[in-house]
């Protein structure tokens, strides 16, 4: 028994370390011609990034005078046809909402990597401030996201840094009895957020839950001695990694921070 349960773990060890990049990188390509449904309007562009890439961005308006620009970071599987539906949470709070798609997702083009993530972020970053120059900027990141998203806050100085179910590096953003063999991996993309969190000068506010079995909070719970005194940490008893808009605790988070 014991032979046998040691072999499937050295079996599940080698396969994350061989097929990383598809299970960090879960996307899921959309035709170029392909039209998103969604229950409020919304714009859609291209934005350049290096060579020939470029990002597909979606942009949803608040029906009231907006109070600021909510850039949306999501998470690592799917596509905007997925991640749009989240946009009414913060229109409905008087926020616009940018969301881009990752190099390599949905109609984005190019291959996703830890570097090209945070370069296009940086890009993106440029054309907002750009284009919104007078306008508070919210950077919000969720699960892979907000490993780009304290990136680019620790870069750049946006009015706020919202970060849902994030972990303290990628090594902690997986089940509890495969962390530590994790570490002994040399992975490619570590999207260490610990490390820039102290960069973070804007309000930071932390969403996680305690049922998450995909980034455990143990993970996000190493980020909380990083927070500046007047942070957030809030945790949603029951929540898990996907289901954190189901309980009203969320809700009544964003809109205490979002006020």
């Not at 969604?38 to 350049?48: A, H, I, K, N």
């Not at 890439?53 to 949803?60: A, M, P, R, V």
């Not at 913060?90 to 990752?102: A, C, E, H, N, Q």
């Not at 970060?163 to 089940?175: H, I, K, M, S, W």
Request: net charge negative.
């Amino acid at each position: 028994m014991f032979y046998s349960l040691a072999a499937l773990w050295l079996v599940a060890t080698i396969a994350l370390y061989l097929y990383q990049d598809e299970l960090i990188f879960r996307s899921a390509k959309l035709p170029s011609e392909y039209h998103f449904t969604f229950d409020q309007p919304y714009e859609e562009f291209f934005l350049p990034t290096r060579g020939t890439d470029s990002l597909n961005i979606l942009l949803f308006k608040s029906t009231a005078p907006s109070k600021g620009l909510v850039v949306y970071f999501h998470g690592n599987a799917d596509n905007l046809q997925r991640w749009g539906n989240y946009a009414v949470d913060f229109t409905r709070l008087g926020y616009d909402v940018l969301m881009p798609d990752f190099r390599g997702y949905g109609k984005s083009t190019g291959t996703p990597s830890e570097v090209q993530l945070y370069a296009d972020a940086l890009i993106l970053w440029d054309w907002v401030k750009k284009t919104y120059p007078d306008t508070p900027i919210i950077m919000y990141g969720r699960s892979l996201g907000s490993a780009v998203a304290a990136k680019l806050a620790s870069l750049r100085p946006a009015d706020q840094l919202i970060l849902e179910t994030p972990f303290d590096q990628l090594r902690g953003a997986v089940p509890l009895p495969l962390q530590w063999p994790m570490y002994l991996l040399p992975l490619e993309h570590r999207f260490p957020t610990y490390e820039v969190m102290h960069l973070v000068s804007c309000p930071i506010t932390i969403i996680h839950g305690t049922n998450d079995w995909v980034v455990p909070l143990s993970s996000a719970e190493k980020l909380r001695p990083l927070l500046k005194e007047t942070d957030q940490f809030i945790v949603i008893p029951g929540g898990g990694h996907r289901n954190l808009r189901d309980f009203p605790a969320y809700h009544d988070a964003l809109a205490k921070t979002l006020h």
